[in-house]
Antibody, heavy 125, light 109 residues
């Protein structure tokens, strides 16, 4: 079935780095744009980063620009989020989600219809 | 960047009642790129509505979306205890702009 499974979360100290992974299965990963969304404890959803279906274009929220890097390996069906210079305010559950697929007929957007279960990142000294 | 505002912050209703959740955008939403998600306690968000009014797969017809321009509404008819959740509106699309509203919490009296 269609599935996204995140991994790589953990407890780190401020200033440290972490790489999150999101393994996709059950759909044509190479045709989908992918996103990372996070949720701080007790807070709402915050869009973090996005990458185009082919991995050529990446976009970031201002809060993570210059510190986070999103990438996509269409051969391994895996999405990544490399995070450096982590701050306590980066503490959150990080979800990967798919939004929008592209085919020969163009790109189509139907909202974030598949989400992973989330991986928790805690930044604390 | 489009900023989304949701109201009310919390909605407390009895089973069987109708819930109307509002989402207002700071700019006109292009191409109907407005979605709603439901997040039950301890669970992952679930897509309810995309394109302002199209229900996602397996979403019951008690849920409906409406609106245009900058004002949008998620309506939940015949409220059930299982509808207790936080509901988020979301602007998405092809213009490198994705934002979520702060959410509306729906409680059952």
């Amino acid at each position: 079935q269609v599935q996204l499974v995140e991994s790589g979360g953990g407890v780190v100290q401020p200033g440290e780095s972490l790489r999150l992974s999101c393994a996709a299965s059950g759909f044509a990963f190479s045709t989908y744009a992918m996103h990372w969304v996070r949720q701080a404890p007790g807070k709402g959803l915050e869009w973090v980063a996005a990458i185009s279906f082919n991995g050529y274009n990446a976009y970031y929220a201002d809060s993570v620009k210059g510190r986070f890097s999103i990438s996509k390996d269409n051969f391994k069906n895996t999405l990544y989020l490399d995070m450096i210079s982590l701050r306590p305010e980066d503490t959150a559950v990080y979800y990967c989600a798919r939004l929008g697929y592209c085919s020969g007929g163009g790109c189509f957007y139907y909202g974030m219809d598949v989400w992973g279960q989330g991986t928790t990142v805690t930044v604390s000294s | 960047e489009i900023v989304l505002t949701q109201s009310p912050g919390t909605l407390s209703l009895s089973p069987g009642e109708r819930a109307a959740l509002s989402c207002r955008a700071s700019q006109t939403v292009r191409k109907n790129f407005l979605a709603w998600y439901q997040q039950k306690p301890g669970q992952t968000p679930r897509l309810l509505i995309h394109g302002i009014s199209t229900r996602a797969t397996d979403i019951p017809d008690r849920f409906s979306g409406s609106g245009s321009g900058t004002d949008f509404t998620l309506t939940i008819n015949r409220l059930e205890p299982e509808d207790v959740a936080v509901y988020y509106c979301h602007h998405y699309g092809d213009a490198a702009s994705w934002t979520f509203g702060p959410g509306t919490k729906v409680e059952i009296k």
